[in-house]
Nanobody
Framework: QVQLVESGGGSVQAGGSLTLSCAASKYIARSYCMAWFRQAPGKEREGVAAIDSDGSTLLADSVKGRFTLSKEDANNTLYLRMNSLEPGDTAMYYC??????????????????YGQGTQVTVS
């Protein structure tokens, strides 16, 4: 079992930047998949970014060139740097982790551990 705590959300104007952090309660082995999902009101939860066991990152087409995903093993933290934010990025952002997935690009329903979420609002 692993607990995930997100932070870094807030309200920004379009074009602004935010960095989300996801702190895990214990050491996250490289074999874990970790990802960010987001959910806007009335919409389905969608994948934003994921980091594979080999350290490679996967980004949704809608955020490529604007968002960067990174992981700091020393403090068990996953980061999502978001630049050039758009109103369409407004959503609750959730960090997820799973040690059993075959592919880290799995859908949100396949991840077993989630944080409580952090709200991002872009106006």
């Amino acid at each position: 079992q692993v607990q995930l705590v997100e932070s870094g959300g807030g309200s920004v104007q379009a074009g602004g930047s935010l960095t989300l952090s996801c702190a895990a309660s214990k050491y996250i082995a490289r074999s874990y998949c970790m990802a960010w999902f987001r959910q806007a009101p009335g919409k389905e939860r969608e994948g934003v970014a994921a980091i594979d066991s080999d350290g490679s990152t996967l980004l949704a087409d809608s955020v490529k060139g604007r968002f960067t995903l990174s992981k700091e093993d020393a403090n068990n933290t996953l980061y999502l740097r978001m630049n050039s934010l758009e109103p369409g990025d407004t959503a609750m952002y959730y960090c997820a982790a799973d040690p059993w997935l075959q592919h880290c690009s799995a859908g949100h329903w396949e991840y077993n551990f989630y944080g409580q979420g952090t709200q991002v609002t872009v106006s």
